[in-house]
């Protein structure tokens, strides 16, 4: 499986953007993508998850409501909407593929695939 995030970029307070991640490959219904952040000098973080069937997603509490994940079956992407940005949602965004996804996990080490990484900043 090979992923590519784009969409990131600079945007104000208060605004939005749309993260795609693209899977190429062989993706089962087992197969969950998640999405994870990592601002410098911190830790890699979960943000938000989805079976790759749609079924079932699952979010950081610091994005609930605010953040919202799909899949796209025409194109095989898993998008993530993201509005309402604060400057602390500054980071390098990264999707990943977890071969085993019920339940859905938070943990990066427990994803199996990962993509290369899209830059978001959010201005205040």
């Known amino acids: 499986v090979q992923l590519q995030a784009s969409g990131g970029g600079l945007v104000q307070a208060g605004g939005s953007l749309r993260l795609s991640c693209a899977a190429s490959?062989?993706?089962?219904?087992?197969?969950?993508v998640g999405w994870f952040r990592q601002a410098p000098g911190k830790e890699r973080e979960f943000v938000a998850a989805?079976?790759?069937?749609?079924?079932?997603?699952g979010y950081a509490d610091s994005v609930k409501c605010r953040f919202t994940i799909s899949r796209d079956g025409a194109k095989s992407t898993v998008d993530l909407q993201m509005n309402s940005l604060n400057p602390e949602d500054t980071a390098v965004y990264y999707c990943?593929?977890?071969?085993?996804?019920?339940?859905?996990?938070?943990?990066?080490?427990?994803?199996?695939?990962w993509g290369q990484g899209t830059l978001v900043t959010v201005s205040s």
């Open positions: 490959g062989r993706m089962y219904s087992t197969y969950g």
């Open positions: 990943a593929v977890d071969r085993s996804a019920w339940p859905l996990h938070t943990r990066w080490d427990e994803y199996d695939f």
């Open positions: 989805i079976r790759w069937t749609g079924t079932y997603t």
